[in-house]
């Protein structure tokens, strides 16, 4: 149901543009911490027959669970322990130290069920068929001029402003920001359909020197088949057969599983892109709107939600008043994010081309790579580090101790599971028993190791460590919590 603006300018803290998955989970994010939120979408309502992404990766997964989400969301589609690709190399996820071992095959739109319910209930105001059509902003505010759902005009001013909006971003296009790249591979297809001959259960890549095909069991009797042809590269608006995709299929890996009763078709391209400046001002990119990349490894909508779980908390600190450095906690988003998005254009991209090699040098210089990555732990580990999430840290300043912005894992406390704690979008303190916590200027859950450890700890809301001590001094942990802000890093871009 579409939500009628009102008559009068409206005025909220934060507006969101685009309703996918990042933009959903920062609404929800925001309007949980008492955030004044609206989001608009230029869709009407979604449904529930396409979807692009597929794959939850562990570190989604994590972030979710300090949201009271992830089990909801596992119910909904298939947990796989390993991946495969171009046959010789085989990926064990088991071997993640994560409550989330796994990568999480559940369609896109069921992950965006969950966020937008979330949302709605948090109290974020929904607006579909809105489109904005430009911006302008100053020193105290944006101001969002849309067109309405009848064709009419109006403006909504907000604080800070979101562009999660996709690869052709509205919001990125009003900023005049480049969004320099190329596209890597066109012509992609890709079909959700049924077998008549069950496939193995892993996801599956390999490719056939002209070709290359993916296959990804959905848990219910569907399947995602994408695949590629070098010879055969028509425009993305051409019309697609199944009888395309089965002789892809066959070509790469030797049977098309007697795939029959299509749900749906199509045909895309992949770009490899990226914004220069995550924030300008007092408007911030997100998700595909910030970078885009190939769907190899299932990278994209994990990245953008990581994103949003990024920006959320710095923005709610920032507009209520919980942080003595305002403009530093909002460059330090660009700061940990770019880099990040970054690596993932040269995994993602990486996969690929080794997926589309199709000279004999080639394709042996794929399948050695593959031997040693199979036979290499530590390099295989790094790999299974990188595509799900759990191996990502952001800078730390110089000096800090070792944990300083790496990832927290889901530590069992006196209090209970650090992912519990993280619920309430509050810092965690974690010290040793019978320590005081200091006055924080921010929200703080304090609690205890189970054992005998002297190591204090403060997690932010994202679940990272903001700072770390192998003795818990109480100056130095006051400070910590005044500071509450990583510093801006020297690519932080000019505002």
Same mark, same amino acid.
């Given at each position: 149901?579409?939500? /009628?603006?009102?008559?009068?300018?409206?005025?909220?803290?934060?507006?969101?543009?685009?309703?996918?998955? !990042?933009?959903?989970?920062?609404?929800?994010? +925001?309007?949980? $911490?008492?955030?004044?939120?609206? %989001?608009?979408?230029?869709?009407?309502?979604?449904?529930? /027959?396409?979807?692009?992404?597929?794959?939850?990766?562990?570190?989604?997964?994590?972030?979710?669970? /300090?949201?009271?989400?992830a089990d909801e969301l596992i119910k909904t589609g298939t947990p796989i322990t390993s991946l495969r690709f171009f046959g010789a190399l085989s990926i064990d996820l088991s071997r993640l130290r994560t409550r989330f071992p796994f990568v999480l095959i559940t369609p896109q739109y069921e992950v965006e069920h969950l966020l937008e319910r979330r949302a709605r209930a948090a109290g974020v105001r929904f607006r579909y068929e809105t489109e904005l059509t430009g911006l302008h902003q100053d020193a105290e505010a944006v101001t969002a001029e849309l067109r309405e759902p009848d064709g009419g005009r109006s403006t909504l001013t907000a604080r800070y402003l979101v562009g999660t909006d996709g690869m052709r971003s509205p919001v990125r296009h009003a900023l005049g920001l480049p969004f320099p790249g190329k596209s890597v591979i066109r012509s992609i297809v890709l079909a959700d359909v049924r077998f008549a001959e069950e496939p193995t259960s892993v996801l599956t890549v390999s490719g056939g020197g002209d070709t290359f095909a993916f296959i990804v069991p959905f848990g219910d009797g569907w399947y995602r088949v994408m695949g590629w042809d070098r010879t055969h590269q028509p425009?993305? &608006?051409?019309?697609?057969?199944?009888?395309? @995709? =089965?002789? @892809?299929?066959?070509?790469?890996?030797?049977?098309?599983?007697?795939?029959?009763?299509? =749900?749906?078709?199509?045909?895309?391209?992949?770009?490899?892109? $990226?914004?220069?400046?995550?924030? !300008?001002?007092?408007?911030?990119l997100a998700g595909d709107a910030a970078h885009v990349h190939s769907p190899a490894g299932g990278q994209g909508m994990n990245t953008g939600l990581q994103d949003a779980a990024n920006l959320s908390w710095k923005l709610a600190a920032v507009l209520r008043g919980h942080t003595a450095a305002p403009e530093a906690l909002l460059d330090s988003?660009?700061?940990? =994010?770019?880099?990040?998005?970054?690596?993932?254009?040269?995994?993602?991209?990486?996969?690929?081309?080794?997926?589309?090699?199709?000279?004999? %040098? $080639?394709?042996?210089?794929?399948?050695?790579? &593959?031997?040693?990555?199979?036979?290499?732990r530590p390099a295989s580990d790094k790999l299974i580090g990188m595509v799900s999430g759990i191996s990502i840290a952001y800078p730390a300043p110089r000096g800090a101790h070792p944990l300083t912005s790496k990832r927290a894992p889901d530590l069992s406390l006196r209090e209970g599971r650090l992912? $519990?704690?993280?619920?309430?979008?509050?810092?965690? +303190?974690v010290t040793p028993a019978g320590a005081t916590a200091p006055v924080s200027p921010a929200p703080l859950v304090h609690a205890h190791w189970q054992g005998e450890r002297d190591t204090a700890l403060l997690v932010r809301p994202d679940g990272y460590i903001a700072w770390a001590s192998d003795h818990a001094d109480p100056e130095a942990l006051r400070s910590a919590l005044t500071r509450s802000a990583p510093p801006a890093t020297a690519n932080t871009p000019a505002r």
């Open positions: 149901m579409t939500t /009628n603006p009102s008559t009068t300018p409206e005025t909220v803290d934060v507006l969101v543009v685009g309703a996918g998955p !990042t933009g959903l989970l920062l609404a929800g994010d +925001l309007a949980a $911490q008492g955030v004044s939120v609206t %989001l608009v979408e230029r869709r009407p309502q979604r449904t529930n /027959n396409m979807t692009r992404a597929f794959a939850v990766h562990a570190r989604t997964l994590e972030l979710l669970d /300090n949201r009271g989400l425009a993305d &608006s051409d019309p697609v057969e199944l009888d395309e @995709i =089965r002789d @892809i299929a066959r070509r790469s890996l030797g049977t098309d599983y007697g795939m029959h009763d299509a =749900r749906w078709i199509s045909r895309f391209h992949s770009d490899e892109r $990226q914004v220069p400046a995550y924030r !300008t001002g007092r408007v911030f988003y660009h700061a940990e =994010r770019h880099p990040v998005g970054t690596r993932v254009l040269r995994s993602s991209g990486a996969i690929v081309r080794l997926a589309m090699a199709h000279t004999p %040098l $080639q394709r042996a210089v794929r399948t050695a790579a &593959s031997k040693m990555l199979a036979g290499l992912h $519990q704690l993280l619920r309430d979008g509050a810092f965690v +303190l």
